[in-house]
């Protein structure tokens, strides 16, 4: 290290210690929970570790073994990517709709409906209600009622038979999905200046769809962008929802997904270097996401 860099080094230190010591602790517990986890696995993903044995080097191995061999993670993928295809778009569209449309009532409405619509998603196992409603013999509600009006002759197993499930599945989710991205959304909106709407009532704005495409979502673009990160990572991380729902593993891996798959040889099986590699897969897919994402969200308002 030069001189020069040692001393530029200590006057960034003295000029701005203050706001790096602040920023410290959570740079220590990210690094710590958060990189060094995503260092090791990918590092991992390169080898055959156990947890009881030292890792073993095998090259790409697990990865050839992963997108050639593994019949289950084919089908796993293939799930996670319509869960994610219907639930992300659907869940984010309906959390920015039900934020935009609550934020014009009054305070008093306003928070009794926000609490109404995001007590769902945090209710812990309030989603079990489900079982009781597609409960597979007559007295499941749905099947109870399809009985009494004639429509069926015998009780449906709604969370057993392969084509019911994954619908099943996906309108749960939807049901649980207004959750912190709805309360981002609402705390956006709230934060709008009314000033740049006068502003733009001025310039030639005649209607809300106007406003909505030209001042709120541009002035919302951090907003969305978080929604955006919440909402992919909750649809390509589905697990334990699922599970509760139709078992492990679901009737002909019908809603198996990506993250199930790993949970599987993570949990279960304790091949934590093919645990990795699943892992890396699912994380670069994640990003990738994210990146397209960030770059729709980055033509709001042109």
Known sequence: MTAGLRARIKAEWERSKVSYMFVGPFLLLFTVFTVVPVVLSIVLSFTDFNTLQPPKWVGLQNYIRLFLDDDVFQIAVKNTFIFAAVTGPLSYLLCFIFAWLINELRPGVRALLTLLFYAPSISGNAYMIWHYIFSGDMYGYLNGVLLKWGIIDKPLQWLIEPEYIMPIVVMVALWMSLGTSFLVFIAGLQGLDPTLFEAAAIDGVRNR??????????????YLMFGAILTITNSFAAAGQITNLVGYPSTDYAAHT???????YGNI????????????????TMVTAQRVVQRLLGKLGQ
Do not use: C, N
């Open 209 to 222: 769809w106007q406003e909505l495409w030209y001042i709120t979502l541009p002035s919302m673009k951090s």
């Open 258 to 264: 990506v993250m199930q798959h790993l949970q599987d």
């Open 269 to 284: 099986r304790y091949e934590m270097g093919y645990a990795s590699t699943i892992a890396v897969v699912l994380f670069v």
